[in-house]
């Protein structure tokens, strides 16, 4: 991985969109700081179209492309992408995101997770969930470490689950579609045709290797290095600092080298 300030002037300038993960990537202990936040507000007022891409549930996501300074925003992993219409709150769904009888398999899972992997349990944010099951494993005590994040994932795997670890849950859902999947279906929904030299991808955790391994200009925030020896897919870039720190300090670089101004056809 190159260090992001090796991100040049050329390689940025076709960049129209900014995709990112929330949580490890925009916050610092659980908390979106305000430079983190205000990067979002720099990017928004130079003309650029930020989006989140989480694995944070919907009932979030409601409040995320409403209240934040975005224009969209994929939710529970790709389940879905709530976006602002008309002045009116959309939601497009990914067609293999509510397989028929869904919902008693992930109630399976998260028996037999927390028979088999001692101290984890359900996230606290599952009931604001439409169709995926978050295991936490590290956001609220007693904290467990990766090892345990691993063995939930063979286990929803072994259960027939799409599974992915972040840097808080494991999240599992069945229907094959991802965070990449769904991001691409709405770029091309608002008509864009070229998302490998229009996006810059920011994340910090594996749930995000399906963006790093498709975005030639991604990204990681440096806890990234802590997961590294685990993905097969690393982002190209690395900023120096972790979580929200990493991304401010990124934006205020992919702003520099873009002169601050907004792209030509923004709109």
Not at 43 to 70: E, F, K, M, N, S
Not at 209 to 233: D, L, Q
Request: net charge neutral.
């Amino acid at each position: 991985m190159k260090t992001f300030y090796e991100l040049d002037p050329a390689t940025a300038a076709g960049v129209r969109y900014i995709l990112f993960d929330i949580d490890g990537t925009i916050t610092t202990g659980g908390k979106v700081t305000a430079t983190a936040y205000g990067a979002l507000w720099r990017l928004h007022d130079a003309g650029y179209r930020p989006i989140p891409v989480t694995g944070r549930p919907a009932g979030w996501c409601d409040l995320i492309v409403r209240q934040w300074p975005v224009v969209a925003v994929v939710g529970e992993n790709g389940a879905f992408v709530f976006h602002i219409s008309g002045g009116r709150l959309c939601r497009y769904t990914h067609p293999n995101a509510a397989p028929e009888g869904f919902r008693e398999k992930l109630d399976g899972i998260l028996s037999a997770a927390t028979q088999k992997v001692p101290g984890c349990r359900a996230a606290k944010d599952q009931p604001y969930r439409l169709y995926d099951l978050a295991i936490d494993f590290n956001e609220d005590a007693p904290l467990l470490g990766l090892e345990a994040a691993e063995k939930i994932r063979a286990l929803c795997a072994e259960m027939g689950a799409e599974a992915k670890i972040s840097s808080i849950h494991v999240n599992a859902w069945f229907g094959r579609y991802d965070k990449l999947s769904t991001a691409l279906s709405f770029l091309r929904e608002t008509g864009e045709t070229r998302p490998k030299e229009r996006v810059l991808f920011l994340g910090d955790s594996p749930n995000d290797e399906p963006m790093f391994e498709y975005f030639p200009i991604s990204c990681g925030v440096a806890n990234i290095r802590r997961f590294a020896p685990k993905m097969k897919h690393l982002p190209a870039y690395v900023a120096p600092r972790e979580g929200a720190d990493g991304f401010a300090d990124a934006i205020a670089h992919f702003l520099s080298v873009c002169g601050q101004s907004a792209p030509n056809d923004a709109g």
